[in-house]
């Protein structure tokens, strides 16, 4: 296909400095967890990106020195030449693709803890650290500082040598050393690099010349600048001195990459902001420099990509989490497939990978973090292996993936959903406060679906094991394989992490589960949440059931309220959020009895107990597997022998409830799985450490 001429503007070249991007689409820095532990798993998954069309791709933070670690987090490394083979693997990969790579480099600062190098942090002027560690950072002399550009300018070097086309001064988000040294709130010296703006600038300044001076013959040198802290007049704002700073160097860099503090901001979800939510604090740097701007704000429209060039609010289309849900985005605007970019959902379950150390994965992409080890790729995939038809039985993210997988490959398949809807779990949950957009898991996939002859779908097409056996043989379907994603409910008597056993009194009080509520029932009057999940459901009903004008009570054991979602930024938004809507809530609390009109509610220290009166409750806890339906297939080995079924599998929930992005993951492994290898035999690829 061609592509729309509109988009031309997207696909000129951008010189940047002594280089030049092919196109305007620009993967900034993004963590991913797979950093200096995890090099070819890295280089193959920057590569991808390369190949899917993006013109710059580059790495994580990657921290220049032993004085600045983030250990367990894995990110970049780059602390003297032995860390440069690894980086050029994926300078290598990325220049496959005649992709620009670039780096971005790293000092923390404060808000390194060093737990690894045991080295104490530095800092501008001495503080705390930034988490509870009883660890203080100490403040830099002028030999730290000569130092500091010392290793900075060593890194630029070594970048240099590793291959990277574009080299990074890092002063955004809040846990860089020159974002310490700009701010006023902790910067509080009494030399030339404290006190003034200038004075505070001065380091960033030098820095920038230094890495000019060092590799700007070759490299492009990029700052990547936060414009606004959203803390008031203590910090940086678009207003003020964020607008000060880029005037000051407007034209010294060779690109400005700009965004917005701290990362829960910068990494938004979609339940807190929709796409282009940084233009109106970023708008203003373009009319300051004359060098390229790049700006983020999870794109994945390109009639928006469009507008911000045209509207003059950036030169080139900055992408992290876009880029992860579809690393092929740009290609598929070249070749007018604009209608199949797999949209980023704004869920920021690949934040959580990070957050645990372990390699990124994505909603929406489950071949993200597999490019190396399973050798995934998003755009292709093995063919069939026979002519045998496939029934996927239920149309959630698991269903859906597997099925469209499984039409990939070129099998037959057959896709039946209960309902009248597709999508499951993310059609319902799609509908609840600020979760709309996870409604692209279903729409991306119906989309294409629907566009392959080899995939009949029907829905309103509960299947019972009867059904299932009976219509195998018929010659409309005609299927020897069977993949159940069948889902999971909510369960209504308490158990979870805290109660292995039911709650007791639960007949005496009107019980809701999420499935309940989601259904449509609606709760009555004074409703308590118990909330033994942690994920986002108990907050979100709370949120739902708020706005419906309940008086609510959220109750956890946990010490804050939704408290996984630490993991995808969004924890304080949350709890915030539940607080200015009035929600009332209880942390480190049990719910450990019902009774009519009233919950016993228990410290879950002293145990101490209290009554609440209540009108209905909610219970959050745990999921069952639907796993009926597979039980009693699998139970009958002869009659699906009989039926011509050779292979039957359970996924996604209905094999085990998590999230939905394990359960497209599931779907899509085992469609990949269909007829392979059994990789039961073949042992788990890693990256081994070479001794
Ligand atoms: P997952 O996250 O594993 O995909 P979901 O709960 O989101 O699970 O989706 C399961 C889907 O399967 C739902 O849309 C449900 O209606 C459908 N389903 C469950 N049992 C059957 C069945 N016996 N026949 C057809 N569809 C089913």
Redesign the pocket.
């Known amino acids: 296909m061609k592509r729309d001429p509109r988009f031309d503007i997207l696909f000129e070249p951008v010189k940047i400095g002594p280089v030049t991007s092919k196109n305007r689409f620009f993967q900034v820095p993004h963590c991913n967890g797979m950093g200096y532990l995890r090099p070819k798993s890295l280089a193959a998954m920057r590569g991808i990106k390369a190949e899917g069309g993006w013109g710059v791709v580059c790495t994580e933070e990657v921290y220049i020195h032993s004085s600045s670690e983030c250990d367990p987090l894995v990110e970049g490394r780059l602390w003297d030449d032995d860390d440069i083979p690894a980086l050029a693997k994926m300078t290598e990969a990325v220049h496959e693709h005649g992709s620009l790579a670039g780096i971005e480099l790293q000092h923390g600062g404060y808000c390194s803890t060093n737990h690894y190098s045991r080295i104490p942090p530095i800092s501008p002027s001495p503080i705390s650290v930034d988490s509870y560690a009883p660890i203080q950072a100490r403040a830099m002399d002028k030999s730290d500082i000569r130092n500091f550009r010392k290793w900075h300018r060593q890194a630029a070097l070594r970048s240099k040598q590793a291959g990277f086309d574009i080299v990074y001064v890092y002063a955004a988000h809040s846990g860089t050393l020159l974002t310490h040294f700009l701010s006023r709130r902790i910067n509080r010296r009494t030399d030339e690099y404290g006190g003034s703006l200038e004075n505070r600038v001065r380091l960033f300044r030098e820095l920038i010349e230094d890495t000019k001076d060092a590799v700007g013959d070759s490299c492009a040198v990029a700052v990547r600048f936060c414009v606004e802290e959203f803390l008031g007049a203590q910090g940086i704002t678009s207003e003020n001195e964020g607008k000060e700073i880029v005037e000051m160097l407007a034209e010294l860099p060779d690109l400005w990459d700009v965004n917005i503090s701290d990362w829960s901001m910068d990494s938004a979800t979609s339940r807190f902001e929709s796409e282009g939510y940084q233009e109106p604090y970023m708008a203003f740097v373009k009319s300051m420099t004359s060098k390229p701007v790049v700006g983020v704000g999870r794109f994945t429209s390109p009639d928006t990509m469009l507008s911000l060039i045209q509207r003059g609010v950036m030169d080139m289309i900055g992408a992290a989490r876009p880029s992860i849900a579809d690393p092929f985005l740009p290609k598929k605007i070249e070749e007018g497939r604009e209608d199949e970019i797999r949209e980023c959902i704004g869920c920021n379950i690949c934040v959580m990978s990070d957050e645990l150390s372990v390699p990124i994965s994505c909603t929406q992409n489950p071949t993200m973090g597999e490019e190396w080890r399973r050798g995934w790729h998003p755009e292709r995939i093995e063919p069939r292996n026979s002519d045998d038809g496939v029934l996927v039985?239920?149309?959630?993210?698991?269903?859906l993936e597997c099925a469209l997988a499984l039409g990939q490959r070129g099998y037959r398949v057959i896709l039946?959903?209960?309902?009248q809807e597709l999508?499951?779990?993310?059609s319902r949950e799609s509908r609840l406060p600020g979760l709309a957009e996870w409604g692209r898991v279903r729409d991306y996939r119906v989309l294409m679906l629907e566009r392959m002859a080899n995939v009949s779908i029907y829905r309103e097409?509960?299947?019972?094991a009867d059904e299932i056996f009976e219509f195998s043989a018929e010659d409309q379907f005609d299927y020897s394989h069977v993949l159940l994603?069948?889902?999971?409910s909510w369960r209504r008597n308490g158990l979870g992490r805290i109660h292995r056993e039911p709650i007791p009194g639960l007949d005496k009080l009107k019980v809701f589960t999420p499935d309940d509520i989601m259904d449509g029932v609606l709760a009555k009057g004074r409703v308590v949440v118990f909330d033994d999940d942690h994920f986002y459901m108990g907050g979100v009903l709370a949120e739902k059931l708020r706005r419906e004008g309940h008086d609510v009570l959220l109750v956890t054991p946990a010490p804050d309220i939704s408290t996984w979602t630490h993991k995808t930024l969004e924890q304080k938004k949350i709890q915030k959020q539940l607080m200015d809507l009035g929600v009332e809530l209880a942390t480190q609390t049990n719910l450990t009895a019902a009774e009519t009109g009233k919950v016993e509610l228990s410290c879950i220290f002293t145990e101490r107990k209290i009554e609440r009166e209540c009108d209905s409750l909610l219970l959050v806890t745990e999921r069952i597997p639907?796993d009926g339906?597979f039980n009693s297939l699998n139970g009958d080995p002869e009659r699906l022998t009989n039926a011509g079924i050779k292979t039957l599998k359970c996924?996604?929930?209905?094999f085990a409830p998590a999230t939905?992005a394990a359960?497209v993951y599931s779907?899509h492994l085992a469609a990949r799985e269909l007829q392979a290898e059994p990789q039961e035999e073949v042992p788990f690829l890693r990256e081994r450490i070479q001794i």
């Open positions: 039985v239920g149309g959630g993210p698991a269903g039946a959903e209960a309902s999508g499951g779990r993310v097409n509960p299947l019972s994603a069948n889902g999971s639907n339906l996924i996604g929930d209905s939905i359960a779907g």
